[in-house]
């Protein structure tokens, strides 16, 4: 199987920055999404990577190489409504358009 | 992105009865409809890819004949849950794609508990 693997919680306090960190295996890979849903929601679409860089889109950046298997996306100025869940979402070459989901990093933006 | 729906939110069923979840592309020529399960507190887990005027393709484990996909226009397509059982309660979300696209924009989502 595929293997996505993203922290299970994280903890950050308003105005300040985190990064969730993204590993996955690079064999077939086609291209790297992460995807914001907060609780009892849809996912909505952040971020598509397929080249290795940074891709800045105002407070939220995304960064990957292809390399290290490796993503992370960056959220900045934290702001109480970023409390959500950060997915982390792979495709494959094989695999038409189908997308492999990380666990989700529950992010939690305090006072 | 493309705008998607999905009807009902929510439903309430009883034990054996049969639920039918519509997802509706409002603005965008979905060739590729995928549905998806997720559990509380999981991630979502991909059920079945669907292409217009094609038969679904399921993943490993997931039954075709207890979840019924059809895929009959670029704007539609419908899940239908046949005898629901309660382990069947879950939220259950549609994305769309099209032709060349690799991004998928997702429905809100339907949470069907199963009586």
């Known amino acids: 199987g595929q293997n996505i693997d993203q922290p299970t919680e994280m903890t950050a306090t308003e105005g300040a920055i985190v990064q969730i960190n993204c590993t996955y295996q690079?064999?077939?890979?086609?291209?790297l999404f992460w995807y914001q849903q907060h609780a009892g929601e849809a996912p909505t679409f952040l971020s598509y990577?397929?080249?290795?860089g940074l891709e800045e889109k105002g407070r939220f950046s995304s960064f990957l190489s292809r390399s290290k298997g490796y993503s992370y996306l960056l959220l900045k100025e934290l702001q109480m409504k970023d409390s959500a869940s950060y997915l982390c979402?792979?495709?494959?070459?094989?695999?038409?358009?189908?997308?492999?989901f990380g666990g989700g990093t529950r992010v939690l933006v305090k006072p | 992105g493309a705008v998607v729906s999905q009807h009902p939110s929510r439903v309430i069923c009883k034990s054996g009865t049969s639920v039918k979840i519509e997802c509706r592309s409002l603005?965008?020529?979905?060739?590729?409809m995928f549905w998806y399960r997720q559990f509380p507190k999981k991630s979502l887990m991909l059920m079945a890819t669907?292409?217009?005027?094609?038969?679904?393709?399921?993943e490993q484990g997931v039954e075709k004949d207890k979840f019924l996909i059809n895929h009959a226009s670029l704007t539609l397509s419908t899940l239908t849950v046949t005898s629901a059982h309660p382990e069947d309660s879950s939220f259950y979300i549609c994305?769309?794609?099209?032709?060349?696209?690799?991004?998928?924009?997702f429905g809100p989502g339907t949470r069907l508990l199963v009586l």
């Open positions: 979402a792979q495709a494959l070459k094989a695999a038409g358009n189908k997308l492999t």
């Open positions: 690079t064999s077939g890979f086609n291209g």
């Open positions: 990577n397929v080249l290795d």
């Open positions: 603005d965008f020529q979905a060739t590729t």
């Open positions: 669907s292409n217009e005027g094609s038969k679904a393709t399921y």
């Open positions: 994305s769309i794609t099209g032709t060349g696209q690799e991004t998928q924009y």
